[in-house]
């Protein structure tokens, strides 16, 4: 089944704990993405990935760092949680080349740090 | 500043009436326009993607248009469900699907 799939999907942490959710998705998409979702605010992109060893800052990217090693995968690193960074957060990923190709979605991780 | 921007923020709907979300945007160059349909807690599922090209586009009962002049494009939604509701998000992207701008959501509630 294609799908994108993240861990965890909850997590409760305190301050400054580093921490890494991890993106795998199974369709050998070459674009790849992380979002926040937050009341109010909407999704926000974080970071994107055109291809592996490629990434690029979103709107938010500040607190976070991101690498793509392998085309499959597209973890999101919290060097030093703060209460700031508890949201709701999307992966997706989707193929490039043409501009109707849609982006799949993953289930959410819901992160709090206390 | 690049931004989509989208009306109702809340609607509540009776189940099988019709009804049409609003979105507006400022994104500058245009690559395509996107609605998303989110249940609450999951991840967005996408309805509809639309080029500079298309004026229209169907998803069964979902049904988007965009004004590419004006900068507007809606969905309209035919004899509403109860599985309807749920938050609509309108997405444009500025550079063939990299940089998405992403609309607050219109929710939809559909009562019986």
């Known amino acids: 089944e294609a799908q994108v799939t993240q861990n965890p999907r909850y997590l409760i942490t305190v301050t400054g704990k580093k921490l890494t959710v991890t993106c795998s998705q199974n369709m050998n998409h070459e674009y790849m993405s992380w979002y926040r979702q937050d009341p109010g605010l909407g999704l926000r992109q974080i970071y994107y990935s055109m291809n592996v060893e490629v990434t690029d800052k979103g709107d938010v990217p500040e607190g976070y760092k991101v690498s793509r090693k392998e085309k499959r995968n597209f973890p999101l690193i919290l060097e030093s949680p703060s209460p700031n960074q508890t949201s709701l957060y999307f992966c997706?990923?989707?193929?490039?080349?043409?501009?109707?190709?849609?982006?799949?979605f993953g289930p959410g991780t819901r992160l709090t740090v206390t | 500043k690049n931004q989509v921007e989208q009306s109702p923020q809340s609607l509540i709907i009776l189940e099988g009436k019709n009804c049409t979300l609003q979105c507006n945007y400022t994104v500058s160059p245009f690559s395509n326009l996107r609605w998303y349909k989110q249940d609450t807690g999951r991840g967005p599922v996408s309805l509809t993607i639309?080029?500079?090209?298309?004026n229209t586009k169907s998803n069964g009962r979902y049904t988007a248009t965009l004004d590419a002049d004006t900068k507007q494009s809606s969905l309209h939604i035919t004899a509403s469900q109860l599985s309807d509701s749920a938050s609509y998000i309108c997405?444009?992207?500025?550079?063939?699907?990299?940089?998405?701008?992403f609309g607050k959501g219109t929710t939809l509630s559909v009562s019986s």
């Open positions: 997706a990923s989707s193929p490039l080349g043409r501009e109707e190709y849609e982006q799949y």
């Open positions: 997405v444009v992207s500025s550079q063939a699907g990299t940089a998405l701008i």
């Open positions: 639309m080029t500079f090209s298309e």
